[in-house]
């Protein structure tokens, strides 16, 4: 129910859009271990929106999202290894955000993992894994997963 609450201010529906009570919500829900509700405050960190911005608070807040078995946290959790936002750098724990969000049926997270293999970053490049990861992300609805497959094909 809070993190339901979140999304009802952070988008306006029903009641007054406020980010701040949204983040409230979400840090309600999280509280209570709702992978929900902690990956939608990490991202509210990422962007400072209703709270400061803080790169290490969302790495946090993803973090126990993906141990919560929230495929989006661990897909956000290894966007923020990807670019180095919180945390230093470090492919090897994207790809393992990423697999273990790819692993939860989570698209986003298969085509970010098929760029590590197709590139060697973080793992051994691999094109026959990355090619299957692209037809699953594909598979799941994401368009750049099927738009890399074709350069398999």
Do not use: P
Request: aromatic share 10%.
């Amino acid at each position: 129910g809070c993190s339901s609450l979140g999304l009802l201010y952070e988008n306006g529906y029903g009641v007054k859009q406020n980010d701040r009570k949204a983040a409230q919500s979400y840090q309600k829900a999280c509280d209570l271990n709702n992978g929900h509700g902690c990956n939608n405050l990490g991202l509210m960190y990422t962007k400072g929106q209703g709270v400061q911005q803080n790169y290490r608070k969302a790495v946090q807040m993803h973090q126990k999202a993906c141990d919560l078995n929230e495929g989006w946290g661990c897909s956000s959790l290894g966007l923020m290894y990807t670019k180095g936002q919180g945390v230093q750098q470090n492919y090897r724990k994207a790809a393992q955000s990423y697999q273990k969000a790819c692993d939860l049926n989570k698209g986003l997270g298969c085509s970010s993992l098929g760029l590590l293999y197709e590139n060697g970053y973080g793992v051994k490049q691999n094109c026959r894994k990355a090619k299957q990861l692209y037809q699953k992300a594909c598979s799941l609805g994401i368009s750049f997963g099927c738009k890399q497959l074709k350069k398999f094909q």
